[in-house]
């Protein structure tokens, strides 16, 4: 029992376990990392450094794929390149009531190995909106007082952004911005005169410029490759592999173990506290279990409150830490209905070289200010503008030796986009365990059933014709509004299972992450939120997290857990 | 247009409904196996499909490929691999009713080619045969192309096998390994080629 106690426990080692173990070890606590895939170390990235010609299949994922990863595959998201990141649905099968697409990465790192890099702060209006509108329950938090941890985030892993002054897109630290294209800059200024709305280029985690601190030396600059998907061997964008697991490794006070399924929070009733975590090992089978002072629930929004839904006692029937009836619910993602795009005359005398690993951003101009709509809350755009490749060929009839000759000479440019939505916390879009299905393991299985509502069917529309409006707007031609059928889970933001309030009969979190019955046990990862926002959310919570582990740190040190 | 051109669009009209997925793989086999004549040229090659395996659809699609994108002064579909390529891609990553779709429609192509000129596809004389791989993409592109008829498969399997090849990529586009930056608005008469890889 001995050699399985430590000081804390951190469940997952993606974006918030990551830091997490970062933050923890930092402090001097003895911490282990238990993650339930297999091991991954930087700069071992198995793809990385391949050449398009060797990527098998053109970089097209073959029906043998399709079949072990019938979930991952649908969306699209996979290719040969990075196919390795994403689960076996097979072995890892959950349910669904309604379609939900549930990405997964389970390996060291997570999915912050795969992300799309984007990074941008919440702000007042975000944090103050579901007690304005009476939705849901209202932050517990304000942008003060997080603020000064997006600064402690943005400045460890690296940012690159432009300041914009904007009400509804605070900005942060940033490494400098990356470079507009000639039509994005085109785009921007059309925009911006015939609209009144901004463009600006996207808020990455991408090393534009060396890092502002020296605690990254394994990390080099951004070499423009955008292959990032496959893991960076120069450290060029931020993951937990690249950037805070190496942190906590220099301390000497990680343990990081691979192949770890912890399935269950073990709950002392008579110390009010849970005193560590169950274990199977997935490879072994064998059980094992760990103890600690404290545990951080870092294993995603699902992940977090599968544990918890699966850690029942007499005092926690239903789910650990689940008073209020909330774990599992009001679970939230962006809504993706579809994509924009359109061709752009001129600028055939420009191009652009490197693989800008990013793209611009339309920050969200809906019910801001004085604007408001039939529905609550907005969206942004991502998007970029880009000389068509020979996919441009599908269309003509052209052969032989004219189509080498046309290929030469570059395509003309497009700009294609896509809105985020925000979606409103619904007490009905819930996870939640079928015991009588169980997985190859013998655990249960996660059911799920989310839907977009009647405020996200309002806001659609805007998505859609506000798209059209601004390319029709800037004078481009052909323009293109696809209507794409959007399973929640798709843009790969899933949260809310796990709500913080100051209500413990209405949240299952506190202000600090802290299980409102359970203080000892903290979950940083998406299931906190009470709200979502339309910006990406990975920074969110890598401040969160951190503020929560000095908490924890500091109210250790003071006996009170 | 001339009386021929015109005479070969309908032949392939005909053709395209009378196959109109009401015939099955093994009837478009026969169909193919009833002009099997072979470039001996084609043939030559060691390479052993494993989806394209009937006689002559091997060599029908390398000919289609190579007629899509010709060795000119720089490399063809040939030289890039683009047949072997097009064989794995139906037999791994295309799903069954895509194969068969390409099963079907490469044998009416070939049964058309053949009605439309009194000799198999490999046995017609170059000129003829773009003209004909010419003439089935027009049809095609005015036609239904959902789902796609057999020469718009063909040509987007040509042209991804072609520009993901170490050959198509290197000789046609500027490709940088490790780019080290990017800059968002430079003129194409400073760039080494006017298609950089992406």
């Known amino acids: 029992m001995e050699t399985n106690s430590f000081d804390a426990i951190v469940v997952g080692s993606g974006m918030s376990g990551g830091w997490a173990a970062k933050e923890l070890t930092e402090k001097g606590l003895k911490t282990l990392v238990l993650e339930r895939g297999r091991m991954v170390r930087h700069p071992d990235y198995p793809t990385a450094t391949k050449d398009p010609w060797d990527l098998p299949y053109g970089n097209r994922i073959t029906q043998e794929t399709r079949h072990r990863k019938p979930v991952q595959t649908r969306t699209g998201y996979p290719t040969p390149a990075n196919q390795h990141w994403f689960v076996d649905d097979l072995d890892n099968p959950y349910v669904e009531e309604q379609p939900f697409d549930w990405l997964r990465g389970y390996h060291v790192g997570g999915r912050s190995l795969m992300w799309a890099r984007q990074s941008y702060r919440f702000g007042p209006l975000d944090f103050e909106a579901n007690a304005k509108e009476g939705v849901g329950i209202p932050w517990p938090v304000t942008y003060d007082e997080i603020a000064p941890w997006y600064d402690k985030a943005e400045i460890f892993a690296g940012i690159s952004g432009s300041v914009e002054g904007l009400y509804q897109l605070p900005d942060g630290k940033y490494l400098p911005p990356h470079d507009l294209n000639c039509v ?238 925000e979606i409103l916390p619904y007490h009905d879009n819930h996870a939640r365990l079928d015991r009588d299905k169980k997985d190859k393991y013998g655990l249960p299985q996660l059911v799920i059933n989310a839907v977009v509502r009647e405020n996200e069917r309002k806001m659609e529309q805007d998505m859609k014709n506000d798209a059209a409006e601004m390319l029709e707007a800037a004078g481009y031609k052909n323009v293109t509004v696809k209507s794409d059928a959007y399973n929640v889970g798709n843009s790969i933001h899933e949260s809310g299972t796990a709500r913080m309030g100051t209500d413990p009969k209405k949240s299952v979190l506190n202000k ?27 920074l969110t919570y890598m401040a969160f997290t951190a503020r929560a582990a000095d908490h924890a740190v500091s109210e250790l040190k003071k006996g009170n857990l | 247009m001339s009386d021929v051109m015109m005479q070969r669009r309908e032949v392939l009209r005909r053709v395209a409904w009378m196959l109109g997925g009401a015939v099955s793989a093994p009837a478009a086999l026969a169909i193919l196996q009833g002009c ?86 490999l046995e017609q004389d170059p000129a003829q045969r773009i003209a004909f791989v010419k003439q089935s993409l027009e049809t095609a592109l005015e036609g239904e192309r959902n789902p796609k008829p057999f020469i718009l498969m063909a040509r987007e399997l040509t042209l991804l096998g072609f520009f993901t090849s170490r050959v198509g990529i290197t000789e046609n586009m500027e490709y940088v390994a490790v780019p080290t930056a990017y800059h968002g608005c430079v003129p194409l008469s400073q760039m080494k080629k006017h298609v950089y890889w992406e």
């Not at chain 2, 470039?39 to 009937?54: H, N, R």
């Not at chain 2, 791994?92 to 192509?109: C, I, N, S, W």
Request: glycine share 10%.
């Open chain 1, 184 to 421: 994005e800059v085109d785009f921007k200024k059309r925009l911006d005169e015939k609209l009144g709305r901004k463009l600006i280029i996207g808020r990455c985690a991408n090393l534009t410029a060396p890092l502002t601190h020296n605690e990254s030396p394994q990390r080099g600059t951004c070499q423009a490759r955008n292959m990032c998907i496959r893991g960076c061997p120069f450290g060029g964008y931020f993951s937990s592999v690249s950037s805070t697991l190496p942190s906590a490794e220099r301390t000497g006070n990680m343990t990081l173990m691979a192949n770890q399924i912890v399935y269950e929070l073990i709950y002392d009733a008579d110390k009010g506290k849970a005193t560590g975590v169950r274990v199977l090992d997935a490879e072994t089978g064998k059980q094992t279990d760990y103890f600690a002072k404290i545990v951080f629930l870092c294993a995603s929004a699902l992940g977090s409150a599968y544990i918890m839904l699966n850690s029942t006692s007499s005092r926690f029937p239903n789910g650990f830490g689940n008073d209020s009836g909330e774990l599992g619910h009001n679970i939230m993602d962006h809504n993706k209905p579809g994509n924009s795009n359109a061709s752009v005359e001129g600028y055939l005398d420009v191009a652009y070289t490197g693989r800008r690993p990013n793209g611009f951003y339309i920050p969200r101009y809906r019910n801001v200010g004085k604007d408001k709509r039939d529905y609550l809350r907005g969206f942004g755009y991502q998007g970029r503008a880009a000389r068509a490749g020979f996919g441009r060929f599908n269309d003509s009839a052209v052969i032989g030796e004219d189509l080498k000759k046309e290929f030469l000479e570059a395509g003309p440019w497009n700009v294609s986009m896509t809105a985020f939505g």
């Open chain 1, 512 to 538: 600090f992450n802290q299980v409102h019955a359970c203080k000892n046990v903290f979950v940083t990862d998406g299931s906190f939120m009470p709200s979502f926002g339309c910006q990406n959310p990975s």
């Open chain 2, 36 to 121: 099997s004549a072979r470039d001996p040229a084609v043939s030559a090659t060691a390479f052993k499909p494993k989806f394209l395996t009937a006689p002559s659809q091997m060599d029908i699609v390398t000919e289609v490929a190579e007629i899509i994108i010709p060795k000119t002064d720089t490399s063809g579909a040939k030289d890039a691999g683009v047949p072997a390529f097009i064989d794995s891609v139906l037999a791994d990553v295309y799903p069954k009713d895509a194969q068969e779709r390409f099963a079907v429609g490469l044998g009416g192509f070939a049964a058309a080619a053949a009605a439309a000129s009194g000799k198999p596809f």
